[in-house]
């Protein structure tokens, strides 16, 4: 079946860092979705891509879909505590109207 | 305007009982989406709904029935339920129409469910 491979699987980082994670998959998809989630919530929409190329912006974060319509990644720049938590992107198919998931990038706060 | 709410947020089960989880949502929403949520696996779908009285499988949709009677309502059955079912589930609905952000997925608070 589909599948979206999401890395790096956990990031530890220093306070002030930049962070890039990326997702990538054999499928194609015509809409890139990166989410936040935090403990015992459910995700929170970050950025919406819906063009291959397209590269778009969310305050620190950036997140851009890729030409090849199979990847995307993201950015998030000059990191703070808050920025904790796991990060997951997620595709909708050209071929149908799932939406799926990768499995996450636990992103972790060195003080 | 509450987004998506889920009903119940806590459950326990014994092995073979059934139970519904139900999904509302008053965005007026196309498409809705069953998701369940394990340590380590990411959310896997497991089924979903492009409209009312339409129902789709997902990735693991073994064991779980759905059913999307009124737009705004996305049902979710367990007809035996089994430890493998232990998990935290997620509903989640789009636009689903063409226009701006039509993929924008909205999810609920989440259902934590187990199975003993």
């Known amino acids: 079946g589909q599948q979206l491979n999401q890395s790096p699987q956990s990031m530890f980082i220093q306070e002030g860092e930049d962070v890039s994670m990326n997702c990538t998959s054999s499928?194609?998809?015509?809409?890139w979705l990166w989410y936040k989630q935090d403990p015992g919530e459910g995700p929170v929409l970050l950025i919406a891509?819906?063009?291959?190329?397209e590269l778009t912006s969310n305050g620190r974060l950036t997140a851009q879909f890729g030409i090849t319509r199979k990847d995307s990644f993201l950015n998030i720049s000059a990191s703070i505590p808050s920025d904790v938590g796991i990060y997951f992107c997620?595709?909708?198919?050209?071929?149908?109207?799932?939406?799926?998931f990768g499995k996450g990038t636990r992103l972790h706060i060195l003080p | 305007n509450a987004g998506v709410t889920q009903t119940p947020k806590f459950r326990v089960l014994k092995t073979g009982q059934s139970m519904t989880l139900l999904c509302a949502q008053d965005m007026n929403h196309e498409y809705m989406y069953w998701y369940r949520q394990d340590p380590g696996m990411g959310l896997r779908l497991i089924h979903y709904?492009?409209?009312?009285?339409?129902?789709a499988k997902g990735e693991v949709p073994d064991g779980y029935n759905v059913s999307r009677l009124k737009k705004q309502n996305f049902l979710l059955g367990l007809e035996s339920a089994a430890p493998s079912q232990t998990s935290v589930y997620f509903c989640a609905s789009i636009l689903g129409l063409a226009g701006a952000r039509y993929n924008e997925q909205f999810f609920g608070p989440g259902t934590r469910l187990t199975v003993l």
């Open positions: 709904s492009v409209g009312e009285g339409t129902t």
């Open positions: 499928s194609i998809f015509n809409t």
């Open positions: 891509l819906y063009k291959a190329g």
């Open positions: 997620a595709g909708r198919l050209d071929t149908d109207d799932k939406i799926i």
